[in-house]
């Protein structure tokens, strides 16, 4: 059964602490993704990875970073300099950067205490 | 920038009421248009693509169509199980990475 997991499914962190967000996929997909939502806002990109050992900040990468050292792996730390790192994160990947559809992971809800 | 806006916020229809839903959208030259559907609490699941203005798309009640400004996602005789958050992103044909630009979004409720 091809699929995108994550986990936890639910976090929690205390501030100062980095916490890490894992992500995998079994579809044999090159590209990768990392989404941050809000409330009342649309998806915001925090980093995408488009090969193995190769990514690139997105539009809010600030406080968060990430590595690629598999095909099927892309976990994402939130770092205590992320200052208001409560939301829901997606992570979602796409056969190749140049393909358009992306498919998306059940998501990762983040609660800062 | 690239800038999508979706309305209504929310949408609230009883069951079998037809409506529609709106994206509009501002982009330098459009490489596609997707709607996805998201329940409360889960990740987004894919709807459509659309490429060009004119193209329709069809899943059960679900229609989606495109202009050169905006799309629609046209509900038919919606059911309950239709309630979910609708939304909308657009990938710029500059784009080499596979960036989508998301709207908010738009919360349907389906009332028996």
């Known amino acids: 059964d091809g699929g995108i997991t994550q986990s936890p499914k639910y976090l929690f962190r205390k501030e100062g602490q980095n916490v890490t967000l894992s992500c995998e996929q079994n579809l044999n997909h090159d590209a990768m993704y990392w989404y941050r939502q809000d409330p009342g806002q649309g998806l915001r990109l925090i980093y995408y990875?488009?090969?193995?050992?190769?990514?690139q900040k997105g539009d809010i990468a600030e406080g968060y970073s990430v590595s690629r050292e598999k095909k099927e792996s892309f976990p994402l730390t939130v770092t205590s300099a992320q200052k208001n790192p409560t939301a829901f994160y997606l992570c979602a990947s796409s056969a190749s950067s140049s393909y358009n559809e992306q498919f998306f992971g059940p998501g990762t809800r983040l609660t800062v205490l | 920038e690239d800038q999508v806006t979706q309305s209504p916020e929310a949408l609230r229809l009883q069951e079998g009421e037809s409506s529609s839903l709106n994206c509009s959208y501002t982009v330098s030259g459009l490489r596609g248009l997707f709607w996805y559907r998201q329940d409360p609490g889960k990740g987004p699941e894919f709807l459509f693509t659309?490429?060009?203005a004119g193209e329709e798309k069809e899943k059960e009640r679900l229609k989606a169509t495109l202009t050169k400004k905006e799309s629609f996602l046209h509900i038919t005789a919606p059911k309950p199980e239709d309630s979910a958050t609708y939304l909308c992103?657009?990938?710029?044909?500059?784009?080499?990475?596979?960036?989508?630009?998301f709207g908010a979004g738009t919360q349907v409720v389906v009332t028996p």
């Open positions: 659309l490429y060009s």
């Open positions: 992103a657009v990938r710029s044909i500059t784009d080499s990475w596979g960036k989508l630009q």
């Open positions: 990875s488009q090969i193995v050992n190769d990514f």
